[in-house]
């Protein structure tokens, strides 16, 4: 039933595969402006994620999706159509609520089945629709249950059905995993895929857990003070963030602040406001590879190499005291203070030659190609 | 630059025993006594003895001020159902169904509006601007009416103005049902305020989600979701206006006598009859108890779970 989602639909109007499409679009409320200019086009059957932290305005771009706000300036399409007139009850997309909003007087079917009532369907194709509904989200044990007797992860699926079963273009998630403990949240993360695949949706997911959107996601926006800094896929945001911000909210990273010394096709020279010369890779857009212009390095701890005596290589390696090493499991987690002041992160998955003190004197070094100079 | 932390400690945990239960016997009791003692005192003295003389007096037929009480038997009670007081119990609980549902109908869009459109920095302004009328006499208030509703009164001058020949609403039923549902429109406000105050937007945001129109999003979802309330505010209006006397009395003339003005009378009538009086007390006390009775048990779904 879910496989002819797209199908059921009137037919875009344009020629554009984008389900969703926000053009310059701005929010403003009581003065402060929570949304500037956003654009951005989701793909026909895409996973989508915002991402960003709390107050960057994501959950206002989702609502201004779902209809429950209405743009300040800018224009939403929906399946090709304006849809800026169009109130939430006549948007073919639906939400799926941060705390699931469940209707707590109505059990789970009722639940499930408040779309297609509202839409006049016959009883017994609402029956069938629910029932599959239920399947899908495993929930068909618990259809006379309410609400209130369900745990966090069940009322997650209640949800999830409850969205489904009417068949949206588009399905929008607010940081749909957010109150599930880290378990349940693994479990759902993987359902959540696997429904996106067998369902062929789009889905827009708002999050700030940039681990769920790295994992989740075929396209991630990052959001920041209701701006989008980067759009791009899971591994063009981590491996190559435009921005200091997206380089550092996207994983951990060391950032050295200064200024280009140095410039050719594939690299570039950094001097660090604390006198350190580093070379790594230019930035991505190449009128920012400017010699004497300000720039911010960021160098990932998992690229930075720890060792005891001094590395064999030309360049990026640097002396320094490990405050500590912390052991977690599937690695070592290691802060080490660089002697002209810097403290690094660095990730190993084993410390070198064993046991190392703390204040151990170490060097820390890394290739020419593990680093990337963002412009500011 | 990432930053580790140190997970957080772990919180202290809760000792088992609470710190009343150590305490000895007595002093529990003691300190039990002085909280609920002066109010218990209070109730015991003016609403509990009170009650149990009305209930025996109400055994005791044909009693007058300085009889001797000796309870007898249910003649009182099988008086009050002769037809004509049956049509005065009637009346009664016509009127106070009647604004009850008054109230509701007029005081619900109200408490909406306040509860969920209003600018929330005037909420309490608008709320206390709907209490205000409860500070005044109530007497006052019935006076008032008496001014607005009156053949020669303010309704019927500007009425006149426009060619509509004068309505006579003084002492009918109309003019109580007006009075009345004037003077408990205030509680049912607040009561229907308080329960919609807490009613979950995303509840609300959810239905249109779904594809439910704003009149639907009321039917299926504000309403069950406040029934609660809107039981509270219907039970506390149909108990306070079933023993007005003060509306009927004034508003509504000799056609209206309600059970109020029956009891009135035999105690403080013509012909009193101090027995009958309290037979009808003790049915009115009856009826009021099975309408709390029914709130508690189907108004309320939330307390049984």
């Known amino acids: 039933m879910f496989q002819s989602a797209t199908e059921t639909q009137a037919p875009p109007r344009t020629q554009s595969d984008c389900d969703v499409e926000l053009r310059k679009v701005f929010k403003v409320f009581n003065g402060e402006t929570a949304v500037r200019g956003v654009e951005l086009n989701v793909r026909r059957g895409e996973f989508f994620s915002i991402l960003g932290p709390s107050g960057c305005g994501k959950t206002t771009t989702l609502r201004l999706i779902a209809g429950f706000e209405t743009p300040s300036a800018g224009e939403i399409l929906i399946r090709g159509e304006s849809a800026n007139q169009v109130p939430p009850y006549r948007r073919p997309v639906n939400t799926v609520f941060q705390s699931y909003a469940l209707f707590d007087r109505m059990s789970v079917r009722d639940n499930v089945a408040f779309g297609l009532k509202v839409k006049r369907q016959n009883p017994s194709e609402i029956d069938d629709r629910v029932d599959r509904a239920l399947q899908l989200v495993k929930m068909e044990g618990f259809a006379k249950r309410f609400p209130k007797q369900l745990s966090g992860g069940q009322q997650q699926r209640v949800a999830l059905a409850r969205a489904l079963v009417n068949r949206p273009a588009v399905l929008l998630l607010d940081e749909p995993l957010g109150a599930l403990d880290l378990k349940l949240r693994k479990e759902m993360q993987v359902e959540l895929t696997n429904l996106h695949q067998d369902l062929g949706l789009t889905f827009v997911m708002v999050t700030h857990d940039q681990e769920e959107a790295l994992s989740l996601s075929d396209r991630i926006a990052v959001m920041k003070d209701g701006r989008i800094e980067q759009i791009g896929s899971p591994e063009e945001i981590y491996d190559r963030p435009k921005t200091p911000f997206v380089a550092d909210f996207i994983g951990d990273t060391n950032l050295f602040k200064g200024h280009i010394e140095e410039c050719d096709r594939g690299s570039v020279v950094l001097r660090t406001d604390t006198g350190l010369k580093l070379v790594v890779r230019p930035p991505e857009d190449p009128n920012d590879r400017t010699v004497g212009r300000k720039a911010i390095a960021s160098v990932r701890p998992e690229k930075i190499r720890l060792s005891r005596s001094a590395p064999e290589t030309e360049v990026n390696y640097f002396e320094g005291r490990l405050q500590h090493a912390m052991f977690m499991g599937t690695h070592v987690h290691c802060v080490v203070k660089l002697t002209s002041g810097e403290t690094l992160t660095v990730r190993q998955s084993a410390l070198p030659e064993g046991h190392l003190d703390d204040r151990a004197s170490v060097y820390v070094s890394w290739g020419p190609n593990d680093g990337l100079a963002l412009s500011v | 630059m990432s930053i580790t932390t140190n997970p957080p400690p772990e919180p202290p945990k809760l000792k088992p025993q609470t710190e009343a239960s150590k305490k000895p016997f007595g002093s529990r009791w003691l300190g039990q006594l002085v909280l609920l003692g002066p109010a218990g ?265």
């Open chain 2, 41 to 305: 005192i209070w109730l015991l003295l003016l609403l509990v003895v009170p009650t149990l003389v009305i209930l025996e007096l109400s055994l005791v037929a044909d009693i007058r001020p300085g009889d001797v009480v000796n309870p007898d038997g249910f003649a009182n009670y099988l008086r009050a159902f002769a037809p004509l007081n049956l049509t005065v119990i009637g009346r009664s609980i016509s009127f106070a169904l009647g604004t009850t549902i008054g109230c509701l109908i007029l005081g619900f869009p109200v408490a909406y509006w306040i509860a969920l459109q209003a600018p929330k920095k005037w909420r309490n302004l608008l709320l206390l601007g709907f209490i205000l009328p409860l500070w005044t006499s109530s007497l006052l208030r019935s006076y008032a009416w008496i001014t607005i509703l009156r053949r020669t009164g303010v309704l019927n001058s500007i009425i006149g103005i426009i060619g509509i020949p004068p309505l006579e609403l003084m002492n009918e039923p109309p003019a109580v049902l007006i009075g009345m549902t004037y003077s408990f429109l205030p509680y049912m406000v607040l009561i229907l305020y308080a329960s919609l105050e807490k009613l979950d937007r995303r509840l609300l945001e959810a239905s249109a989600d779904l594809g439910a129109t704003p009149p639907e999003t009321f039917l299926r979802v504000t309403v069950p979701q406040v029934f609660p309330g809107i039981a509270a505010g219907g039970l506390l209006v149909f108990i306070t206006s079933l023993g007005d006397f003060i509306n009927p009395e004034l508003l509504g003339g000799a056609s209206s006598m309600t059970v109020a003005r029956l009891i009135y009378n035999q105690f403080l009538g013509q012909t009193p009859n101090w027995g009958f009086g309290s037979a009808l007390s003790t049915l009115l006390i009856l009826l009021v108890s099975i309408a709390i009775a029914l709130l508690l048990k189907y108004g309320d779904r939330d307390a049984k779970v």
